[in-house]
């Protein structure tokens, strides 16, 4: 299903209208952040980070939660369904939250009005990598290997239709090339299939493994952006070599489920960005390889709308190839 910007503005919009009262009195207990993938990796990571900053202005405990599973779907459908009372809130992973949406066979319970997007807090770019002592030292030597024996050589993603998957989908438009993709359900088990000697390649973001390519553990092959990464200057981007329609990366913000009162939705919104923009939150961003990007209000709500009909045309390609 495909919503139009124009529309998708709109009922972002459209928020419950809440007396004072109602903020005033909030938030009274804990709040619960529903994270929909697994622990330890990038998004679970910067979540908790987030989770501990801000509760501090919040004035109570905001507790993450994790309900993985089915690439993010577990979780955004318990964001979705949940009370819209405050207290429940979500980390949106987009492009992920739209795909969903755009797959019909995944028979999501929830659609793009199902959320109001309230504050973004990071744009992680994608990575291609590979095993340190891998035969592919350059994203050229893969490409390569990859057109003399198509769909042999093995890509794994941390989910169908994530960015990742997405990344592969255009890579292989842009090369010609084809490869076996191999899906799993968090960058824990990527890490454990690439290193396993099981996979040959990675399509990830840098947040997953900046620290392991620095230290040569794993080998990044390119950046899926047209600037280079702060954490790995010396990785050349898709556009550095020649590949300048491969742009890709994973955004993750807050957001609650539609019907939120537009007072609380102000509160919870006041108190993340000011966690967000704190020298505290940049330091501990930058020692797990995190790119901040935050976006509020009508911005955030633009940008989730413009993902949703980015994901649209490889959804469809992604879907066409089952």
């Not at 980390?91 to 997007?117: G, Q, Y």
């Not at 994203?139 to 042999?152: E, F, H, Q, V």
């Not at 960058?187 to 392991?212: C, E, I, P, W, Y």
């Not at 505290?280 to 709308?305: F, T, W």
Request: hydrophobic share 45%; net charge positive.
């Amino acid at each position: 299903m495909f919503i139009r910007r124009r529309t998708l503005l709109a009922a972002s919009a459209a928020i419950t209208v809440a007396s004072p009262a109602i903020a005033q009195n909030y938030p009274r207990r804990a709040v619960q952040l529903v994270v929909a993938f697994a622990p330890g990796g990038s998004t679970d990571i910067g979540a908790r980070i987030l989770a501990a900053a801000a509760e501090k202005d919040l004035g109570q405990p905001i507790t993450v939660v994790n309900k993985a599973g089915a690439g993010g779907q577990i979780g955004f459908t318990e964001v979705a369904r949940a009370k819209p009372d405050g207290y429940t809130l979500g980390f949106l992973n987009l492009p992920a939250v739209n795909t969903i949406i755009l797959d019909p066979e995944r028979k999501a319970m929830f659609n793009v009005d199902s959320f109001i997007p309230i504050i973004n807090q990071v744009l992680d770019p994608g990575l291609i990598w590979v095993k340190g002592d891998s035969p592919y030292k350059t994203l050229a030597d893969l490409i390569d290997a990859a057109r003399k024996a198509p769909g042999t050589l093995s890509a794994c993603t941390t989910g169908i239709l994530s960015d990742d998957h997405l990344a592969i989908l255009m890579v292989q438009e842009a090369a010609k090339v084809e490869f076996r993709i191999v899906h799993f359900d968090s960058g824990t088990q990527q890490l454990a299939g690439v290193l396993g000697g099981h996979v040959d390649v990675a399509f990830d973001n840098v947040g997953s493994v900046f620290k392991r390519v620095q230290s040569g553990e794993v080998r990044g092959l390119a950046i899926t952006d047209s600037e280079r990464s702060k954490f790995l200057p010396d990785v050349p981007t898709t556009k550095d070599l020649g590949y300048g329609t491969v742009i890709s990366s994973s955004t993750r913000g807050v957001g609650a489920p539609k019907g939120t009162p537009a007072d609380i939705v102000k509160v919870i919104e006041t108190a993340f960005l000011k966690a967000i923009k704190s020298p505290e939150m940049l330091q501990k961003m930058d020692a797990v390889g995190l790119a901040l990007k935050p976006m509020v209000g009508a911005e955030y709500a633009r940008y989730y709308a413009d993902t949703q009909a980015q994901a649209k045309k490889y959804t469809e390609w992604a879907l066409k190839q089952r």
